[in-house]
């Protein structure tokens, strides 16, 4: 399986911002859908937002509609997620991938961590 890498993550105060960066290897990034999906203590993982493989439709779990924005460079194999406005219940590891029914094509990578406390 092709690989990514997810980059960016931190220790945000609310209210703040992080952008996340997910890089893609092999040759099937530009024609997929990608998405980011997050999981946090207990629970489990979520998609959060995601982007056609032209990146012409985008959409979003309801509980960041407004805050977070999805985009890629399919030249660079990269996918990004711009998080505003954060909050404590935002608090997760990020992941990105993208799936084919079932199947996801990218094997998990290791995530990045997200911590949004005061």
């Known amino acids: 399986q092709v690989q990514v890498v997810e980059s960016g993550g931190g220790l945000v105060q609310p209210g703040g911002s992080l952008r996340l960066s997910c890089a893609a290897s092999?040759?099937?990034?530009?024609?997929?859908?990608m998405g980011w999906y997050r999981q946090a203590p207990g629970k489990e993982r979520e998609l959060v937002a995601a982007?056609?493989?032209?990146?012409?439709?985008?959409n979003y779990v309801d509980s960041v509609k407004g805050r977070f924005t999805i985009s890629r460079d399919n030249a660079k194999k990269t996918v990004y997620l711009q998080m505003n406005n954060l909050k404590p219940e935002d608090t997760a590891v990020y992941y990105c991938?993208?799936?084919?029914?079932?199947?996801?094509?990218?094997?998990w990578g290791q995530g990045t961590q997200v911590t949004v406390s005061s």
């Open positions: 982007i056609t493989s032209g990146g012409g439709i985008t």
């Open positions: 991938n993208t799936r084919t029914g079932p199947v996801y094509l990218y094997s």
């Open positions: 092999g040759s099937i990034f530009s024609i997929n859908a």
